[in-house]
C-alpha cells in the first residue's frame, strides 16, 4: 500500500467507502455491499461448522430450475434476505431459488437498488465437504422500478457491482466495481474481510482447461476440436500439454482460473440445446464475466460477449466461456470459422 500499511490493514468496509466515493454512489450502495458482506460472514459460519450445523446437505423440495433443493441453499437464502431486508437499502430481491423476485418497497423508500443471487452455487459439494460459495450482482432500478422480475432484465454490461464469496480452505470474496478486481479473505479471528489483492488479473495464456467431460458426446464441433487439441498435447497441434480440472462448483473452478490462469467453459451442447446452456445468467454467468473481464480476461457464449446478451427472463442459462484471453479467443475463433463455413454453405446452396 503507498502509506506503508499492510495490503490487509486495507479492510472491506474502505474498500466500499472508497469504491462508492469513485462512483459517486450513495450510502445505500455501500449499505447493499456491506449486507451482502455480512450474510456471506454467516453462510461461511455454518459452512465451517459443517455437519455439527445438522446435515445441510438433507434434500426439500425442487426450486424453479427444477433442481433438488439442499438445506444450505434454503439457510444461505434466507440469510441474504434478513440482511438486505433489515438492511432496507434494496427495492427488491431475485435469486436462483425464487421463481420471482421478492419486493420490499414498491416506493422507493428503500434506496434505488437490486440484487440478485445464486445464495448457494455448487450445491452438490455440500454432501462431500467440498468448495462451494455465493455469487451475486447488483444493478440500478429502472426508472420508476417496483421491483417486478422485469426490472432485473438489464444486461451484463448494467451490473454496478458483481462478486462472488468461496467457502474453500479460507472464505474469500471476490469483488468488482468496474475497476479491477480485489480479493478480500474474512479472518475468523475477528470475522472481517481483509484485502490480500488488491489488483486480481488472469495471465492471457494456458495451459489448464476446465470441462465437465462426461458431456463430450453431446459438444458441438468448436468444442471438440478445441479439447481434443487440448488432449494431444505435445503431440498435437498445439505443441504442449495441457492439465484439466473440475470441481463441479463455478465459484471454485472459476477461482482457480482467476487465481492461476484457466479456460472455464460449460457451453451449450445438445443435451441442453432446449434450455439455452446449463448456467443461469443472471446469477452465474454475468456477475462471473465482469470479474473475469475486469481482471483482464475473456467471457463469451462462444458467439458473442455475455455481457451483451439481452435477458427475457430471471432464470434464463447461457454457454460460458471464460478465463485466459488467448485461450478463450482460440475458441472464439473456432466458433467463427464454422459459422463463416455454415454461411458459405447456405450461400452456395449446398
Ligand atoms: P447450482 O447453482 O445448482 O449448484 O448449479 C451450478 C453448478 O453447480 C455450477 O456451480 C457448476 O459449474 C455446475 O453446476 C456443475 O455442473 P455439472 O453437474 O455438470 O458438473
Known sequence: MQDGSNLSDHI??????????????????????????????AISKLVRHGRLAGNMAAEHDTNVQDETQKELDIVSNNLLIEHADKGGHLIAVASEEMADSLIFSQDNTRGKYLLVFDPLDGSLNIGINAPVGTIFSVLRAPEGATGANEDFLQPGSSQLCAGYVLYGISTEMVITFGAGVAIFTLDPDDGIFKMTDSHLTIAEDTSEYAINASNQRFWEAPVQRYISECLAGKDGPRGRDFNMRWVGAMVADVHRVLSRSGVFTYPVDEKIRARGGRLRLMYEANPMAMIVEQAGGLASTGHGRIMEIAPHNLHQRAPVILGSKNEVQRLIDYYSELDSNLDSNLDSGA
Open 12 to 41: 472491506l468496509s474502505d474498500h466500499i467507502q472508497a469504491e462508492c466515493a469513485r462512483l459517486d454512489a450513495d450510502s445505500d450502495f455501500a449499505g447493499v455491499i456491506t449486507d451482502i458482506a455480512e450474510s456471506c460472514a
